[in-house]
């Protein structure tokens, strides 16, 4: 089972947009038996699912959130990342990369992003 | 987007009780369901996919089953580690979704 850390800034300001990197060890981004995924939880509620790639570079996003998001594929570098664009006060969540098929069998431990000026 | 509905949204229970949850979805995701485990400041982890399959390493006592667009976690015998919130989610179409959780806490 492959082990994923998220990293990149704690604080992001309004309108700004914010960037995620996920990093693979012990397995490799172009598994092709894996999607991997971003998911986010704001404080005290539930779990969203943002979107996936595939180590083809094929993206699926979640229609709430197309318009704002980006996700990419470093296969020379063992990573995924996310951008999410024009951000306000409701992005402020925990953000978890995830691997898997048709479910998340690897988390990252996740990441607080708050966006606050 | 389908809908995944869960029930309860709490309970309370004691060491030892079967504990049912159960997770309804808006129309047919076949058996493509997975069940959750979080636990308060952690990431979720894989208890149950395909609506019946047990994840590799975890316990026996947690089991799933379907009935056509229900689903139900049963967990045989609660301990004291299972206490914590439980997510379904489907993954039968864009977007996959989750249920809003179950949070399991001691009587």
Sequence with gaps: QVQLQESGPGLVKPSQTLSLTCTVSGGSVSNNSYFWSWVRQ???KGLEWIGRIYTTGSTNYNPSLKSRVTISV?????????????VTAADTAVYYCAGGWTYFNSWGQGTLVTVSS | DIQMT???SSLSASVGDRVTITCRASQ???SYLNWYQQKAGKAPKLLIYDASKLQSGVPSRFSGS???TDFTLTI??????DFATYYCQH????PWTFGQGTKVEIK
């Design chain 1, 42 to 44: 704001p404080a005290g």
């Design chain 1, 74 to 86: 470093d296969t020379s570098k063992n990573q995924f990342s996310l951008k999410l664009s024009s």
């Design chain 2, 6 to 8: 869960q029930s309860p």
């Design chain 2, 28 to 30: 047919s995701i076949t």
């Design chain 2, 66 to 68: 379907e009935s056509g």
């Design chain 2, 76 to 81: 045989s015998s609660l301990q004291p580690e």
């Design chain 2, 91 to 94: 993954s039968y179409n864009i």
